[in-house]
């Protein structure tokens, strides 16, 4: 800074008018440098997690600016005065038009876009979700969770305890500035975010499952007819009920869950309306899930869980060059705790 900061002038009396002015105009100076130091620390920062914590302390800064800004311009009308010859100038040398608002209003403007955003982002998610939608799901804070895994040989009780993290997905984009300012930005952008994270959380719960040590693996054969189809998903239901009593749900990608589409060669009904009789849990398609693999379980959250840690949400980032960087995040994973409830066909 290159002011003298007034409150380290000895004195033995309030500020007067024009010193509560400097003072306001030193504070201001001092948060925007705070703006810039953290926005600094972000680009240089690899690590999602604490960028976002980077970016979201910047953002606070942002408003303690405008907070010290609404107290100067109600002590200073002609700050208020020149600030608008300035917005003119700039409108009149580049053709960017800027408009000096009162807080509420520009509070009302800034929401405006995210909360299209944002609600663009949620919808997509929420229609979009198969697999998370059908697991059960636990909301906990913090960044890991516990595993107990649970066995019932020598009576029901928890025989082994891990922590896990739960891993942030995020999905970053990009709307110009222009668009944002003129209300013409196409929120479809948001919209695809969601369907690529979407994607991200039932890929990652599909791996974690294929994954888990202590899950049995069974030959599944081709599904030329509905009988080996049938048998197959017949014995991995069998296996599981030895471990829990259901309800019972198969994971399967869209070409398998095809072959369920005919009529069972001796019962004379639709095989995918003999299984939903049985599989009570849900018959759940997903293209996260190979055709070479079929995942039969037990849908309770005795055997697995979908960990919350944050739900999806949108944060605006701020500008980078011309445009303003999105980031659409969430925290989740799978929990496993009783792998014998869970077959893998392969």
Known sequence: MLAINPTLIN????????ELMEALRLATIAELDAVSLYEQMARFTEDERFK????DVARE????????????????????????DGFEEV??????KTELNSQEENEMEENGYLKVLREALLDAIEKGRTLTHSLPKTKITGQSFRVDIISFKDGVKVVKQEYKPIPMLTKKFYIGLRELNDGTYDPAIAVKAGELLVKDEESLIIKDILSTEGIKR?????????????NNLMNALQDISKASAGPFGV??????????????????KMLIEVLKEVFKGGIIVTSSIDESKVIVFANTPAVLDVVVGQDADLKELGPEGEEVAFLASE????????PEAIVILE
């Open 11 to 18: 004195r033995d009396k309030p500020y007067s008018k024009e």
């Open 52 to 55: 976002k914590v980077f970016l």
């Open 61 to 84: 800064e942002k408003a303690h600016v405008g907070e010290f800004m609404a107290l100067l311009l109600s002590l200073d009308p002609e700050q208020i005065s020149e600030l608008k």
């Open 91 to 96: 409108e009149e040398l580049t053709g960017i």
């Open 218 to 230: 069974m030959k599944l054969s081709s599904w030329e007819t509905t009988e080996e189809a049938l």
């Open 251 to 268: 994971i399967l990608n869209p070409k398998r869950f095809a072959k369920l589409l005919r009529v069972h060669e001796q019962g004379g």
């Open 331 to 338: 925290a989740l994973t799978v929990r496993i705790k009783s």
